[in-house]
Nanobody
Framework: QVQLVESGGGLVQPGGSLRLSCVASGIISCVHVMGWYRQAPGKERELVATINVGGTTNYADSVKGRFTISRDNAKNTVYLQMHGLETEDTAIYYC????????WGQGTQVTVSS
């Protein structure tokens, strides 16, 4: 089993920045990809960014150039640095890990509003 705990969400004005963190615990050695997904009200959950054990990253077109995913293996933590936030980025952001199974965190709310 893998447990994921997110933090760092909040309310920010358009154009602002936030950094999300996701700490993983449990059988970490089985995890080969970690990522962030988001779900806005009335919409399906969508991929934001992923990073694999080799450090290769993948981003949704809507966040390329604004968001950066990174990982600190020593701390079992994945980060999502978000710049240039837009109202359309408002959503619950979920941390995801893929290993023997797929694991999800509880989510953290990001609200972009003036």
């Amino acid at each position: 089993q893998v447990q994921l705990v997110e933090s760092g969400g909040g309310l920010v004005q358009p154009g602002g920045s936030l950094r999300l963190s996701c700490v993983a615990s449990g059988i970490i050695s089985c995890v080969h990809v970690m990522g962030w997904y988001r779900q806005a009200p009335g919409k399906e959950r969508e991929l934001v960014a992923t990073i694999n054990v080799g450090g290769t990253t993948n981003y949704a077109d809507s966040v390329k150039g604004r968001f950066t995913i990174s990982r600190d293996n020593a701390k079992n933590t994945v980060y999502l640095q978000m710049h240039g936030l837009e109202t359309e980025d408002t959503a619950i952001y979920y941390c995801n890990a893929k290993g023997f199974s797929t694991y999800w965190g509880q989510g953290t709310q990001v609200t972009v509003s003036s």
